[in-house]
């Protein structure tokens, strides 16, 4: 039982990607279900440890178990193996590349355990755009629908290349049942790594087995490794081999049309895309005994996922905005018609109204035998002032407007003379507010024939201010002339003092 400690930090450090050294031979390349189920394990607790309800404070000591375990077993695991190497062939893996795989997979896997509902209520804490979570969701959705597509294209190979399998097999001598067992068990360990090489094929990168390069354009082979699952390589690509690449198309368009990205999001995860085939790149990319490379070529893989992820989730971007701007489109001229109907129903009354109001505009200035127009300016005759402003007493001007343009082309603007002012001009002129009183009875009278020439030279003398009340400037300040604001009550006043200035006129 000596070599009971020896095989517990072993796999320790395999379960944690760290390197297997016996001798003169690093084993980097190591199988990647074992971390998968290890990373799961940690995931599944952490959400199960931030589902319901956690703080900031909560999220920092659970990273911080996260990292630092794993790193406190690392050392364990590595001075038990410094110890064994003393007696068994055994080497303990350089130090730092065990710590650094250890706690990138515990920091994915702590990451993928918080899900994205956390994600996104930090991303609303610390002022992240929400599109940057939203895009490494999209990300991911992506790539696992290119595994997928990986899995579906392995699984054909698989059971188009069975010779090859069996010639495999039939290469070892002696296959015991129980070596029969490890080898398959073998295969499949590994199965995790052949199918995120295959991704990286069906993006358009290659995959490298030491000097041997497998890719949708050549292959170039050398001998294999002694393991069934590889003989699912073919011995050369097909013509056809390249039209492989429509799968990782469709498998992109399927997820960016059921998330339906905008332009930014897009871009995000194509990043995403990118830094994700990087990291599960660098898990399965090592030294594999006398094959001093395995896995795909990291950067051009990477790459080739940030195109692969911009472009086709800009188009169905693109394609989205095109679609809802020709949906959009009916729906603004409908808008337009309807609006351009209710207006043209709105203005048809209003014509009917104009040419009403116009009628009756002309029927009343023909009806007034004392106004002429002439060119649009208003004549008066001296002999029809008072008659006029008799007018304005009973009805206000027709179209102010026009009365404003004429009587600013006929007179000077003046401004609106208060009471007390027009009281003191009324006093200088000899004439009080029996004057006006005189003018409206001489309106209404005008047909009598007495003899007005006296009243009318005074009224004569005293028009210019009574017609300057009533001017453009009171029509434009909105003022109200003030024979125009006499009381209804006052007109028994006014025709008494008329039948006492009828018999002034008779002496």
């Known amino acids: 039982m000596a070599w009971l400690p020896t095989a517990i930090a072993q796999s320790w450090m395999v379960t944690n990607l760290a390197p297997v050294v016996t001798s003169d031979i690093v084993v980097s390349a190591l199988p990647f279900l074992p971390a998968l189920i290890l990373g799961w394990l940690v995931a599944a607790n952490v959400h199960r440890a931030v589902k319901d309800k956690v703080s900031v404070n909560d999220l920092l000591a659970l990273l911080a178990c996260v990292v630092v375990i794993p790193i406190v077993l690392i050392f364990v695991a590595w001075f038990m ?12 893996p350089p130090l730092a590349q065990a710590i ?3 706690v990138a997979l515990h920091l994915t896997a702590f990451a993928i355990g918080m899900g994205p509902r956390l994600w996104r209520a930090l991303a609303r804490r610390y002022k992240v755009p929400r ?8 990300a991911v959705l992506a790539l696992l629908a290119l595994f997928a597509a990986s899995a579906f294209v392995l699984l054909v190979a698989l059971i188009v290349n069975w010779k ?6 039939d290469g070892f001598p002696q296959l015991t049942g129980f070596a029969l067992f490890a080898l398959i068990g073998l295969s499949v ?12 094929i069906l993006l358009g990168a290659e995959f490298h087995i030491g000097d041997a390069s497998v890719s949708l354009f050549s292959v170039h082979l050398v001998p294999l490794p002694p393991l069934p699952l590889l003989g699912a390589v073919p011995g050369s690509a097909s013509s056809w081999a390249i039209g492989l690449l429509l799968l990782t198309a469709v498998a992109f368009a ?10 930014v999001q897009s871009l995000v995860v194509g990043v995403a895309m990118g830094v994700l085939v990087l990291l599960f790149g660098y898990f399965i990319t090592g030294e594999l005994g006398y094959y001093e490379s395995v896995g795909p070529m990291l950067f051009i893989a990477a790459g080739l996922a940030v195109v692969w992820g911009c472009g086709i989730n800009l188009a169905v971007a693109t394609g989205i905005m095109l679609k809802e701007r020709r949906d959009n489109e009916p729906d603004e001229s409908a808008v337009e018609e309807s609006s351009s109907a209710s207006v043209s129903s709105q203005d048809a009354p209003e014509g009917e109204d104009g040419q009403e109001h116009e009628t009756s505009e002309e029927a009343e200035l023909g009806s007034s035998a004392n106004e002429d127009y002439i060119d649009g300016e208003l004549e008066e005759n001296p002999d029809d002032a008072a008659e006029e402003q008799g007018t304005t007493e009973d009805s206000e001007p027709q179209d102010l407007t026009s009365v404003e343009e004429e009587s600013a082309e006929a007179e000077p603007e003046e401004t609106d003379v208060p009471d007390e002012d027009r009281t003191t001009i009324d006093a200088e002129d000899g004439q009080s507010s029996e004057n006006l009183d005189q003018v409206g009875a001489e309106s209404e009278y005008a047909d009598e024939s007495i003899d007005i020439n006296e009243e009318a030279t005074e009224l004569e003398e005293s028009e210019e201010p009574e017609v300057e009340v009533i001017d453009a400037a009171d029509v434009q300040t909105d003022s109200v002339d003030p024979v125009e604001q006499q009381p209804q009550d006052n007109k028994e006043e006014n025709g008494e003092e008329i039948g006492k200035s009828q018999k002034n006129s008779d002496d």
């Open 81 to 92: 193996l410094w110890d064994a190497s003393q007696v068994y062939e055994v080497s303990p």
């Open 164 to 169: 090859n399998q069996a010639a495999i097999l």
């Open 100 to 102: 650094i795989r250890a």
């Open 189 to 200: 360990l590994y199965l995790p790594n052949l199918l995120i090489g295959v991704a990286g």
């Open 254 to 263: 399927f997820v960016a049309l059921r998330q339906r990205p905008s332009f």
């Open 131 to 138: 599109v940057v979570v939203d895009g490494v969701v999209h």
